[in-house]
C-alpha cells in the first residue's frame, strides 16, 4: 500500500527555536498534502492543505507565517514551526491524497514536538 | 458542534470477545465514510471505505456498517485481540471535496 514518511518522528527543542518536519510519499506522487495537528484524546484538526507548486491553504485560526509550509515537488512537503513555543507542543500528521474520489488520504505516523 | 460523533469515548474489552463502535454525522450527503485505526504515536490507518449508497464493508475481523436514514455507523470487531487496542476514529469526506470530518475517535484496551 501507499506510505507516507514523516521525519522525526519526536523532537525535544528549546523555546524559540525553529523546527522543521518534512512529509514524503515513498512510492506515489501527491496531487495534495495535508499537515494536521492532534492534541491528547482529541480529533485531529486540519492545518493546511498544500499542492505542489502552489501556496498552502491554511485553516482559520492557522497563523501562516508560524507554520510555515513548503511543497516543493510531488512526493515531498515541509511544515516548519517558527519561533517555537511551549503551546505548540503537539502531533503533527501529514497525509498524502493522490486524487480520485474513493482514495483515501494516506497518513504519516507523525512528529512529537515538545518545546521545552 | 462537531459534524461527528463517536461513542463510547473509551471502551475495555477482553481479548476474543466481541465490541460495537458508534459514530453520528450530521454531514449529508457525503462522499465516503471511513473508519480509521490509530495506534498510540502513529498515523491513522485506514480500515473501511463506504460510499453513501453502501450498508456494509467487512476487512477481516473488522465490519461497517451505515444507515444513510439515521445517519449512524458502527464499526465491529469480532474476537478482539490485543493488537486491536488503539483508537478508532469515523472520517467523513465532504462532497466534492476532499476535507475530513474527523470524529474524537473511541479508544479500544483490550486485556488479557
Known amino acids: 500500500g501507499a506510505v507516507v514518511s514523516q521525519h522525526p518522528s519526536w523532537v525535544i527543542c528549546k523555546s524559540g527555536t525553529s523546527v522543521k518536519i518534512e512529509c514524503r510519499s515513498l512510492d506515489f506522487q501527491a496531487t495534495t498534502m495535508f499537515w494536521y495537528r492532534q492534541f491528547p484524546k482529541q480529533s485531529l484538526m486540519l492545518m493546511a492543505t498544500s499542492n505542489e507548486g502552489s501556496k498552502a491553504t491554511y485553516e482559520q485560526g492557522v497563523e501562516k507565517d508560524k507554520f510555515l509550509i513548503n511543497h516543493a515537488s510531488l512526493t515531498l512537503s515541509t511544515l516548519t514551526v517558527t519561533s517555537a513555543h511551549p503551546e505548540d507542543s503537539s502531533f503533527y500528521i501529514c497525509?498524502?491524497?493522490?486524487?480520485?474520489?474513493?482514495?483515501?488520504?494516506?497518513f504519516g505516523d507523525g512528529t512529537r514536538l515538545s518545546i521545552l | 458542534k462537531n459534524q461527528v460523533e463517536q461513542s463510547p469515548q473509551s471502551l475495555i474489552i477482553l481479548e476474543g470477545k466481541n465490541c460495537t463502535l458508534q459514530?453520528?454525522?450530521?454531514?449529508?450527503?457525503?462522499?465516503?465514510l471511513r473508519w480509521y485505526k490509530q495506534d498510540t504515536g502513529r498515523g491513522p490507518v485506514s480500515l473501511t471505505i463506504?460510499?453513501?449508497?453502501?450498508n456494509t464493508k467487512s476487512n477481516g475481523r473488522y465490519t461497517a456498517t451505515l444507515d444513510a436514514d439515521t445517519k449512524q455507523s458502527s464499526l465491529h470487531i469480532t474476537a478482539s485481540q490485543l493488537s486491536d487496542s488503539a483508537s478508532y476514529i469515523c472520517?467523513?469526506?465532504?462532497?466534492?471535496?476532499?476535507?475530513?470530518?474527523f470524529g474524537a475517535g473511541t479508544t479500544v484496551t483490550v486485556r488479557a
Open positions: 463506504m460510499t453513501f449508497s453502501e
Open positions: 472520517v467523513v469526506t465532504l462532497p466534492n471535496d476532499y476535507k475530513l470530518s
Open positions: 497525509s498524502a491524497f493522490l486524487g480520485g474520489g474513493d482514495q483515501p488520504q494516506h
Open positions: 459514530c453520528n454525522y450530521t454531514v449529508s450527503p457525503f462522499s465516503n
